[in-house]
Nanobody, 123 residues
Framework: QVQLVESGGGLEQAGGSLRLSCAAS????????MGWFRQAPGKPRELVAR???????NYADSVKGRFTISRDNAKRTVYLQMNSLKPEDTAVYYC?????????????????WGKGTLVTVSS
């Protein structure tokens, strides 16, 4: 069974920093793109940052220059370093990964989500 497990969320003051981690485990053959999305109360889920298998990245305009996404392929882990946090960054942050997995049904391409981690930024 494939899992994405996020960690690192919590309460931080405006201007502070947090680092999120997301580790993939299970019957994974390879991982293509990995990313972070967030969903604030009453708002739709939005892309925060994404990194492809070659290390190419893209960011939402609202986090450019403040957040940095990176990945450790050996550890099957993606990170999100969040600096200069703002109250509007408050949301549940979800990890997403485009996986190639092995199962009883054979080799499958799966778009998988973590359960989310809450980030709260106080003013």
């Amino acid at each position: 069974q494939v899992q994405l497990v996020e960690s690192g969320g919590g309460l931080e003051q405006a201007g502070g920093s947090l680092r999120l981690s997301c580790a993939a485990s299970g019957s994974i053959i390879s991982i293509n793109g990995m990313g972070w999305f967030r969903q604030a109360p009453g708002k739709p889920r939005e892309l925060v940052a994404r990194i492809n298998s070659g290390g190419g990245t893209n960011y939402a305009d609202s986090v450019k220059g403040r957040f940095t996404i990176s990945r450790d392929n050996a550890k099957r882990t993606v990170y999100l370093q969040m600096n200069s946090l703002k109250p509007e960054d408050t949301a549940v942050y979800y990890c997403n990964a485009d996986l190639i997995t092995a199962s009883a049904k054979g080799v499958l391409k799966v778009d998988h989500w973590g359960k989310g981690t809450l980030v709260t930024v106080s003013s």
